[in-house]
């Protein structure tokens, strides 16, 4: 490791990495909720499936104005910050001071573990509650006045299992995502820096790369997660009986139901995330130059 790699990874510390990922997540859901909202619906509804992404954004803005593609935004904004600081935060920790040694494999060792936390911790109760309001969203007549009348309903009828349906499956997703999305995304800035002068859109175009690759790798298990933690989830005892239930209604092209919008969105997240984390990590590193 050169020296300033070594200066860069002592003043990047897990808490400063943590706050500079809390800001990019914030910036990234912003950008990319509208495609996630469609990627739901397309998910829990056969019928939206077959609309088609485009169409489905066009029916929820005709029914519900375009600030309907918005629904449960505040809930997933809210926990953007936390999952982001609780995400590179880990991920610098683990790599500062368990897996030292600069390798592929443990990066994406660092990459599973900092992911499989920020399921468990931050996703599984966030992504519950999302799915429910969009689920609920295309309901007739809904269930929930608001953000805050469906949690309290939520929370009040199901309790602790209307939280944490599908954790296992949510750490394993999210586990997975980032063990493909840390060493895939470093390794493809390493091969495209010589071709660009402009790091945020290098960063912006490798992202866009990783999220695409990483989607069609593990489409399925955000397909089980959805429909596990969806308003009909009390139709399924676990992942496996979930996913029987889906191939044998719609076959093995049911587990990759709304993989159009999501690669979309995990495209503008990826991009957006790191594109923004490395330029703010730049600009933070540069005023602890200049404040020692």
Not at 33 to 57: C, D, H, R
Request: glycine share 8%; aromatic share 10%; hydrophobic share 40%.
């Amino acid at each position: 490791m050169t020296k300033a790699a070594q200066k860069n990874n002592q003043q990047m510390t897990p808490k400063v990495a943590a706050i500079v990922g809390g800001i990019a997540g914030a910036l990234e859901i912003t950008a990319a909720y509208p495609v996630e909202f469609t990627k739901v619906i397309m998910q829990l509804y056969s019928k939206y499936n077959n609309m088609g992404a485009i169409n489905v954004m066009k029916y929820t803005v005709k029914k519900d104005g375009f600030f309907g593609l918005y629904k449960g935004y505040n809930l997933l904004l809210g926990a953007a910050v936390p999952k982001a600081y609780v995400r590179f935060g880990i991920f610098e920790y683990l790599k500062q001071n368990v897996f030292t040694t600069q390798s592929i494999i443990n990066t994406t060792i660092c990459g599973a573990i900092a992911g499989a936390v920020e399921g468990l911790v931050v996703h599984t109760p966030v992504e519950n509650m999302k799915v429910k309001l969009i689920h609920d969203r295309f309901k007739n007549p809904p269930q929930f006045k608001n953000m805050f009348h469906g949690i309290y309903k939520v929370s009040t009828e199901q309790g602790f299992k209307g939280l944490s349906s599908g954790a296992f499956i949510t750490m394993c997703k999210e586990g997975s995502n980032h063990a493909i999305r840390f060493p895939l995304f470093l390794g493809l800035q390493q091969t495209f820096s010589p071709y660009f002068n402009n790091n945020v859109l290098r960063d912006l175009i490798t992202g866009g790369m990783t999220g695409v690759i990483c989607v069609a790798i593990n489409q399925p298990l955000d397909v089980l997660k959805t429909n596990l933690q969806g308003l009909n989830s009390h139709k399924y005892t676990g992942a496996v009986d979930c996913a029987k239930q889906i191939v044998r209604k719609e076959g093995y092209s049911g587990l990759y139901k709304g993989v159009k919008p999501r690669m979309a969105r995990v495209a503008i997240e990826v991009s957006v995330t790191f594109a923004s984390y490395n330029a703010i990590k730049e600009t933070v590193l540069k005023y602890l130059d200049v404040a020692e």
